[in-house]
Nanobody
Framework: QVQLVESGGGLVQPGGSLRLSCAAS????????MGWYRQAPGKQRELVAA???????NYADSVKGRFTISRDNAKNTVYLQMNSLKPEDTAVYYC?????????????WGQGTQVTVSS
């Protein structure tokens, strides 16, 4: 079982930056693939960025070059650095942890943190 707690959201002007953090409880954080998702009002939840247990990363096209995902296994934390923010980045951002064990896939979600980009 993993519990995830996001922080770092808030209101920022277009062009600004925010860094989201997701702190995970429990041991064995390093074996989980981690991801940041977002959900805007009236839209489906979408993957923003992901980082595997081995450190490989991938990003949604809409955030490539602006967002950076990273992890600190010693602190059981994953980060999302968001630069050059746009109004369309406004959403609730969720942290996700996933691991596969044989046929079983274990997924955990945080409670979400609101990001609002507005002047």
């Amino acid at each position: 079982q993993v519990q995830l707690v996001e922080s770092g959201g808030g209101l920022v002007q277009p062009g600004g930056s925010l860094r989201l953090s997701c702190a995970a409880s429990g041991s064995r954080f390093s074996i989980y693939d981690m991801g940041w998702y977002r959900q805007a009002p009236g839209k489906q939840r979408e993957l923003v960025a992901a980082i595997t247990s081995g450190g490989g990363t991938n990003y949604a096209d809409s955030v490539k070059g602006r967002f950076t995902i990273s992890r600190d296994n010693a602190k059981n934390t994953v980060y999302l650095q968001m630069n050059s923010l746009k109004p369309e980045d406004t959403a609730v951002y969720y942290c996700n942890a996933k691991r596969t064990a044989g046929w079983n896939v274990y997924k955990y979600w945080g409670q979400g943190t609101q990001v609002t980009v507005s002047s």
